[in-house]
Every structure is written in C-alpha cells, then in structure tokens.
C-alpha cells in the first residue's frame, strides 16, 4: 500500500491528485493545483509534487512523499505546446517520388505544419539499382539533407513493397553512417510507426513524432532523473492518449499529444458508469480552451484516425473537439459584438484581476466583477484578485467601445461566451436530448447550467474532484501497450506465426515495465480494413484452429498489466436534507446563498439562485434549478 499521484499538466494550470491508502480501507483524496511553467514544465511537475505533500503532511516533504509513493501517472502539454508553438528540430524528408512529397501537403492543416517543419527539406531517391549504386544515392541525399539544415530525416516510401525499400535503405546507411558516430542524423521510418496502408497518414505520424521526441525525451527524462534522486519506488508512467500508461523509455512521443483531455475522459466513463448514464456529452473547461467528447452505450466516440493539429494519423483517439473558450480567454469587439478568443492570457500574464501586466478583459475577470468568485479566496487564498484592473479592463476594451453599462457589458460577455461553447455541442445534443451534461475542469462548473439552458439540457453532473478531474480520470489508467503483426498468410498458420511474433515482443515490452507477461491481461483480435470500413474480431490466439483471415489482415495484441486505481464511494445517500448555507455573496447582480462543498453531506439539497463553492471551482445554481449531493460527493443539478 501507499500512495497513488496522477498529474495533469495543462496550458495554465498543473493539476494533482492522490489516494492515500491504507489496507482495505478506501484511503484519502489530496489534490491541488499550480501554475504551469511553459519554459521547463519539469519545474511545475516538482512544484506539483511539493503541493502535494504540503497537502498530505502539513508541509513540503518531497522526501517522504517521494518514499511513500506507489505510482505516478502523468500527462504532459509538452508535445501539444511544441506543435502549437512550431517550436522543434528541421526535419527532412525523403520519398520515393515528388507526387509522394505532394500529396504530404494536400490540405491547408497539412500545407501550414509541413512549410513550419519541413519547409523545402526534401529529396527524391530511386532505389532500384545493386546495393553499391544505391548505397551512394542514400549517402547522397541524406548528407544533401543534413547541409540543407535537417537534423532529422523521416524516410517513407509508397507501395507494396515500401517495408522491404525502408528496410534495404536502413541498411545501406547505417552501414554509410553507423548509429554510434556524433555525425549520425536519426532517422525514423514510416512503416516504423505503423502499419497502414495509407501512406500519407503513416508518414505524417513518423514526422509529428519525430518532432516531438527530442523536446519530449530531454524533458521527460529530466523529470524522471529528480524522481530517482528522491529514490521513488516505481518509473514515472506517461499517460497516453489512448488512455493506457507507460514508462518514459517505452512512451512513442506522439501518443502524448492532447493525453490530458483524455484523462478527463477515463474519468468520466468511470462516473458515468457509477451512476448508470448511457448517454452524455462532457466540457472540460481550462484556462484556454473547452474540450468537448461524447459519450453513447458506456463508451466514448472515437475516430479511427485521430487528428493532431487536424491532420488525420492512424492511430486511434477519443473524438474530442476543443474550443477557444476558458477562464483565461480574452474578450474583445468586433462588428459591434463581443468576441470571444480565441486569444487566452494563460498564467502569464493572465487575466487583468491577476494584477501580471493583463489588460485584456476574461471570463474570469467577469466572474470576479459579477460576484461568483471571491477575491479573497480564488486558488485557495494563494491568488489575490484585484477587482479594480478587472473593472478597468472590462470597460475599456468592452463596454466603452459597444456604449455599454458595466453590468451589461458583464451579461454580455457571459452570454457571448455561453453561446460559443453551447454551439460547438449543439450537433450532438440535438441527436441525443436526453442526453447528461458534465461538466469538470476549474472553470467548468460555473458555466455548466449556463450551456445547458442554451442546450435544453435538463441535468448536469458536477463532479466532486471538477477542478482536477483529469488528473483524477488518469487515476484510473493501467499500464498497457498494443502490438500489431500483418499477416502473411491467409490461413491458421500465418496466425500462428504472427502471434509468436507479437508475444516475444509482448514479453520483452512487458518486462521493460518491470512485469511478467504471465501476470498481464491479454486479448487479441484480427482486424481488417481501416476508417468506415474497420472490422475487428476477438480471436484467441491460444485457439486458432480452423480460421481463414483475409488477405492483409492484421493481427493486434493488447496487453494491460492492471495497477491499483482511485475509487468511487458506493451506495445512496441514507436521506434527504435541506443543505445549510454558510452565508450569502453580493455581487452586481444581487445577492445569493452561498454552499461551501467542504460542509456538504451526502443527501445535501438545495434550490436556487445559490452559489456553490469548493476551494478550487465555483457553481453557478441559476434559478429554475436544485441541486443534490451524492454519496460519492458529486453535485448533481436538475431543472425544475
């Protein structure tokens, strides 16, 4: 026993989460926030930890946190920054053809990221030819590559026979330039990152990766080595985005991008489990932006090829879409409207009531002047907020320029704000009406009735830990990895070999994790086909006897080693009572009955226009709506 910590290192803010646990018993929640440190995220993972322990034990104790440790999960912005801030090596690249090299840039996404990374870093071999012809070709172009100023080269051929001309190529040049030289150019193969017959798509995941390990591996690698100075008992374990964790050295770079929203979604496929909900659609609301996901049948929508900065890779990912809408967001005019972003002040400067050099007007700044939020005691207490710049702000940037009162300038900008996130759910909730609103992240709670009333939602589910509710959902993940073998054969025996194959390396995966393979969780299926047309059937590798695959299917292997998780409390509420206010908030708007989460008991009930507040996220209870606790804690919201 010991203690489980997850962090969620978002845009702004750095989310932390752990179970103290202590034999059968459920254990004890912690959790906190700090500010995310863009120039070295290993700084805000450290200053999470030093939260953390002043959480536990009444003061920073890295030391004997780090000795009571279990496991810690993390997902990190890193990857997700880097794309965004095109801040990463030259790449280069080499194909088989200029129409191969074209058709890298067929849409605009894709046309803008490849002149950011790629720019005209390109080369066109032929590899026909005996091996002394084309070994000269591979040095040729590479160290044509290298003076162009690429520092690392993807190499990607089209065709059938692409596998067998990036393998004839890899040794060509590593007999040219052997991987042990200081002068040696990594490369990365497109056949490497997947087996997709797509070309496109493949070679777009070998660059984005590429790309990404560099910055990915000195940071990660940085965070695990202070780790081990505290003499943690277990490797850090990256959370990816397809919801499974790994250790750093076993993490492919590209499956970090975008892995905190997922987190978000692990943890509400385990509440919505908890309360029997089929049917929901999710807004993570941050400092920057609002991702949405849906949820259908107790699972989330996926797309087969997920997308990265909006170019298609194919791996598969939670069907998420992000906003430009958050506590940080700016608000300005434009055509006599307010805009919303998608511009965001981050941490730094941060909104105009933080007092850091922000002038612009933000959500938050809004909530302050409306009254939700006290300037006391936002973030805790460590955060003052200056009511007098977030006034300025508002006025000059917005009520002056529409002709506006400060209160209607305030309703304005909430309304502009509600209705940009209510639109980008609209299409899914006019499918679905029934469906359950929930709504996590620090600025979630706040809006959630707000987006619902636009929505004609009649429910929202507000759960106990919303403020660090990704950092909770990664709580809930295991140490897994998938492995894929393309058959070369269409009967039992190409099976056969195949799966050989995927459980030696399953083994040697496993046993990097420090595992057994005969501890872990196995499960296989043959899968054809890809997009619209994927079809995967469970197959028991053990028991192969009699089956015909299709020409050019694939064989996949999931291994999961299942590690402890947070909990959910079981059970209903004994009974119903009336919830005890603990004062009242005036704000420019009037006054409201005021609910601190802390002093909530399972069975809570309240109606409002009330204000609920927890140390790290307020709820707006409008009017027309009650709000009950359950057992678990979380704050379930009806409409009248």
């Known amino acids: 026993m010991g203690i489980l910590v997850s962090i969620d290192n978002g845009g702004t803010l750095t989310d932390v989460c752990a179970l103290k646990r202590a034999g059968d018993e459920p254990g004890e929640l912690f959790f906190g926030k700090t500010l995310t440190t863009p120039h070295d995220l290993s700084q805000c993972f450290m200053d999470a930890l030093k939260v953390l322990s002043e959480r536990i034990y009444g003061e920073a104790d890295l030391q004997r946190l780090a000795s009571e440790i279990e496991y810690i999960r993390y997902s990190t912005t890193q990857g997700t920054n880097a794309l965004v801030q095109r801040k990463g090596p030259r790449l280069g690249v080499i194909a088989g053809s200029q129409a191969d090299i074209d058709a890298l840039k067929s849409g605009e996404e894709e046309a803008d990221l490849f002149a950011a990374v790629v720019a005209d870093r390109t080369s066109i071999i ?177 797309q087969e090829f997920g997308l990265v900065e909006g170019i298609p890779v194919p791996f598969r990912l939670a069907d998420m879409h992000s906003v430009g809408a958050g506590g940080s967001t700016m608000m300005s005019t434009a055509d006599g409207k307010v805009k919303v972003g998608p511009e965001s002040a981050g941490a730094a400067p941060g909104p105009a009531c933080f007092g850091r050099g922000g002038t612009s007007p933000t959500f938050t700044d809004v909530l302050l002047l409306s009254g939700f939020i006290d300037p006391a005691s936002y973030f805790g207490g460590q955060l003052a907020l200056d009511a007098e710049r977030a006034k300025k702000a508002v006025m000059e940037k917005v009520a002056e320029p529409l002709g506006l009162s400060l209160e209607d300038a305030l309703t304005a900008i909430s309304d502009a704000y509600h209705d940009k996130i209510a639109d980008a759910m609209r299409p899914e909730v006019e499918a679905h009406p029934d469906m359950v609103l929930l709504a996590f992240g620090g600025a979630g709670p706040i809006s959630g009735c707000g987006v619902a009333d636009r929505l004609g939602l009649k429910r929202v589910l507000v759960p106990r830990l919303s403020a660090v509710f990704s950092a909770f959902g990664i709580g809930f ?139 790290l996220f307020t709820c707006a209870v409008p009017e027309g709506w009650s709000f009950s606790v359950t057992a678990n804690g979380d704050i379930d919201l009806r409409k009248a």
Request: charged share 25%.
């Open 126 to 302: 032929d590899m026909s030819g005996d091996d002394e012809s084309v070994r000269r070709r591979v040095a040729e172009t590479v160290n044509d590559l290298t003076a162009r100023g690429a520092n690392r080269v993807i190499v990607s051929f089209s065709g059938d026979n692409a596998k067998a001309e990036e393998d004839r190529f890899r040794k060509l040049i590593y007999r040219e330039f052997p991987r042990h030289l200081l002068g040696a150019v990594p490369l990365i193969f497109g056949t490497e990152m997947s087996t997709t017959e797509d070309r496109v798509k493949r070679t777009w995941a070998a660059m984005l990766n590429s790309f990404l390990h560099p910055a990915m591996e000195h940071f990660l690698y940085n965070a695990e080595d202070q780790l081990r100075a505290l003499r943690t008992r277990n490797p850090l374990l990256i959370f990816r985005n397809d919801g499974g964790s790994t250790r750093v050295a076993r993490t492919v770079a590209l499956n970090t991008y975008s892995s905190g929203p997922r987190g978000g979604v692990e943890g509400a496929l385990t509440l919505l489990g908890h309360y029997g909900i089929k049917n929901a659609v999710s807004m993570d609301i941050g400092g920057t932006t609002t991702d949405i996901a849906v949820f259908s049948d107790n699972g989330v929508r996926e």
């Open 477 to 615: 993940s295991d140490i897994a990895d998938s492995f894929v073998e393309v058959l070369n054969g269409t009967d039992a025996a190409a099976i056969q070999t195949a799966a050989g194959e995927l459980l030696k390396q399953a083994r040697r995966g496993m046993k990097a994790e420090g595992f057994d393979l005969d501890n872990c969780e196995l499960s296989s299926a043959l899968v054809t086909g890809e997009g619209e047309d994927r079809q995967s059937t469970p197959i028991d590798i053990q028991n192969i006897n009699g089956a015909q695959p299709a020409a050019g299917t694939r064989l996949v292997l999931t291994v999961t080693r299942p590690i402890a998780h947070f909990s959910l409390k079981q059970g209903e509420p004994d009974g119903t009572q009336p919830a005890t206010a603990d004062g009242a908030r005036a704000g420019i708007f009037g006054e409201m009955p005021l609910y601190k989460v802390d002093n909530f008991k399972p069975g809570d009930t309240g109606d409002g226009p009330a204000i609920v507040e927890d140390e």
